[in-house]
C-alpha cells in the first residue's frame, strides 16, 4: 500500500461530458503530481502541485484543469470530454524534492463511450 | 527536453534466467534515476532508484548502477522468478528549475513474462 489513494477506481462517461478524478496524498507529503498513461503517448506528466500551489506543467491540455487543496488532497477535473481521453490517469505524491521516489496510486482508468 | 530510452520488449525469459533490461537518459540537469515496477491492475511501485554517479540501487535481487559517462541505468537480475512478471519503467527526474521541479520522465516501459 502506498497510502496515495485515488477515487474512483473506474470511471465511465459519454463524449463532452465533464469528470472530477480525486487523489489523496500520502500523510506527510505535500506535493502532488498527475500523470496519464495510455498505450499510444505511455505515461506522460501533466502537472504537479506543491503544498496547495501550481508548481509545474506538462503537457495538459486546456480542457483539463487541477488544483489542491487546504488539506492537500488534490482533483484533477476534464471537461469536453473527447475519445482520445481514454487512459489510467494517476496520481503519484512526495515532499516535492526532484531525488525523492514518487509513490503513486492504483490510478483511475476513464473511459468515455 | 529530457527523455528516457528503453529496450523494445516484451521480454519471455524462463525461470532463474538472468534479465537485463537496458536503459538510456538525455537530461538538461544532473537527473536523479529511478525504475518502477506495474502489476496487472496496479499502480506503479518503485523499485530502486540511485541520485548521483555510480550509485548503484538495489532491491529484492533486482540492481542498476547509475553511469554518467554512457548516460545509462540498465537493471539486472540474476535468477528471475515467475513473481517478477510485469511491466518496468525508467524514469528519470531533475532539478533543472523553472518548471521542472521533480517531474518524472519516463521510457516506454518493458514487458517482461517469466515462464515456470
Known amino acids: 500500500d502506498s497510502g496515495v489513494t485515488q477515487t474512483p477506481k473506474h470511471l465511465i462517461t459519454a463524449t463532452g461530458q465533464r469528470v472530477t478524478l480525486r487523489c489523496s496524498p500520502r500523510s506527510g507529503d505535500l506535493s502532488v503530481y498527475w500523470y496519464q498513461q495510455s498505450l499510444d503517448q505511455g505515461l506522460q506528466f501533466l502537472i504537479q502541485y506543491y503544498n496547495g500551489e501550481e508548481r509545474a506543467k506538462g503537457n495538459i491540455l486546456e480542457r483539463f484543469s487541477a488544483q489542491q487543496f487546504p488539506d492537500l488532497h488534490s482533483e484533477l477535473n476534464l471537461s469536453s470530454l473527447e475519445l482520445g481521453d481514454s487512459a489510467l490517469y494517476f496520481c503519484?505524491?512526495?515532499?516535492?524534492?526532484?531525488?525523492?521516489?514518487?509513490?503513486f496510486g492504483d490510478g483511475t482508468r476513464l473511459s468515455i463511450l | 527536453g529530457d527523455s528516457v530510452t528503453q529496450m523494445e520488449g516484451p521480454v519471455t525469459l524462463s525461470e532463474e534466467a538472468f534479465l537485463t533490461i537496458n536503459c538510456t537518459y538525455t537530461?538538461?540537469?544532473?537527473?536523479?534515476l529511478f525504475w518502477y515496477v506495474q502489476y496487472p491492475g496496479e499502480g506503479l511501485q518503485l523499485l530502486l532508484k540511485?541520485?548521483?554517479?555510480?550509485d548503484k540501487g538495489s532491491n529484492k535481487g533486482f540492481e542498476a548502477t547509475y553511469r554518467k559517462e554512457t548516460t545509462s541505468f540498465h537493471l539486472e537480475k540474476g535468477s528471475v522468478q515467475v513473481s517478477d512478471s510485469a511491466v518496468y519503467f525508467c524514469a528519470l527526474s531533475t532539478e533543472a528549475g523553472g518548471t521542472s521541479y521533480g517531474k518524472l520522465t519516463f521510457g516506454q516501459g518493458t514487458i517482461l513474462t517469466v515462464h515456470p
Open positions: 540511485a541520485t548521483k554517479a555510480d
Open positions: 537530461a538538461t540537469g544532473y537527473p536523479s
Open positions: 503519484a505524491s512526495n515532499q516535492g524534492l526532484s531525488n525523492q521516489p514518487q509513490h
